[in-house]
């Protein structure tokens, strides 16, 4: 099973690390597509968990526009 799978899975188990290391592989296009919008998703869904990395992930995603439109504010 590789390193994206797992992430999967334990995304799909609501798992806050996953969904951040989802959210690299989609930002990255390690294995997947690459894909700003679906990482800039995930990346929201570990911040609200409480995700301290994924917090800061959202910060650069805002600040250069990945997936989002830019907004140096947030």
Same mark, same amino acid.
């Given at each position: 099973?590789?390193?994206?799978?797992?992430?999967? !899975? %334990?995304?799909?188990? #609501? #798992?806050?690390?996953?969904? %951040?290391? /989802?959210? &690299?592989?989609?930002?990255?296009?390690? #294995?997947?597509?690459?894909?700003?919008?679906?990482?800039?998703?995930?990346?929201? /869904?570990?911040?609200?968990?409480?995700?301290?990395?994924?917090? !800061?992930? /959202? %910060? &650069?995603? !805002?600040?250069? %526009? /990945?997936?989002?439109?830019?907004?140096? #504010?947030?």
């Amino acid at each position: 099973m590789s390193f994206t799978a797992l992430c999967f !899975y %334990g995304a799909s188990r #609501n #798992n806050p690390f996953a969904m %951040g290391q /989802l959210a &690299k592989c989609y930002m990255k296009g390690t #294995n997947i597509p690459k894909d700003h919008h679906k990482a800039f998703h995930f990346f929201t /869904l570990a911040a609200e968990t409480g995700h301290k990395p994924s917090f !800061y992930e /959202l %910060g &650069k995603c !805002y600040f250069e %526009g /990945l997936g989002t439109e830019k907004d140096r #504010n947030k």
